[in-house]
């Protein structure tokens, strides 16, 4: 994995509802460095996650990445980052591994059948993997989203909202040691939890959105 990176939020802020959620918001995040996004319900985590990934655009301020607006660097940016939103993205009428074969290609990052059973059989949902995603639990239905970690690691920037809700205690284990690797191999990881995760990784800070709202 290529080292050198640099995602900056620059004086970002963002109203939703005619309310301000944040603003002056400034930070840089480099290779290895991991960024939990933490607050209150309703303090701007998934909105600040989803400007972070242009799916919705600031009040003020910018994004960049590498130095440039991500507005002008659409497809470098697009190529280097994963995103998992917080309603998993996956779709009732799919079998499982329809649905990871499908938020591949979205992604930009074809996967085939095998490889999509191979990650689901990876996070411990083999059995699942032909069953209509309907059928699955809220669990099972989050590690069909999380199977992705395990077919795009060249994404250099992962983006994960809520990525532990609704996991067991072993599951919650294995993913922090995904994440803990990534970091290692020179990613860069920007989260958001209500659980009491630790992560073991030497650059992993946390922004506090309800102590933001309050300045
Ligand atoms: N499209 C929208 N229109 C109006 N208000 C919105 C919109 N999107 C979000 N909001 C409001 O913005 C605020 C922040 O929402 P957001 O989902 O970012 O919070 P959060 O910190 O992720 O919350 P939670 O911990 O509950 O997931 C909420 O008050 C929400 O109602």
Redesign the pocket.
Known sequence: MEKRMSLQACQLACM??G?S?FHGLDFTLEAGDALRVS??????????LRLLCGLSFPSAGEVRWQGRDIRSAREEYGAALLYLG?ANGVKDDLLAWENVVVASTLAGRPVSRSQACAALSALGLGPQAHLPTLALSQGQRKRVALARLHLQQEARLWILD?PFAALDTATIAALTLTLERHLAQGGALVY?T?QPVALRAPRARTLD?SMEAAC
């Open positions: 939703r509802g309310r959620l607050g209150a319900n309703g303090s701007g985590k998934s909105s600040l917080h809520e958001t209500h959105l």
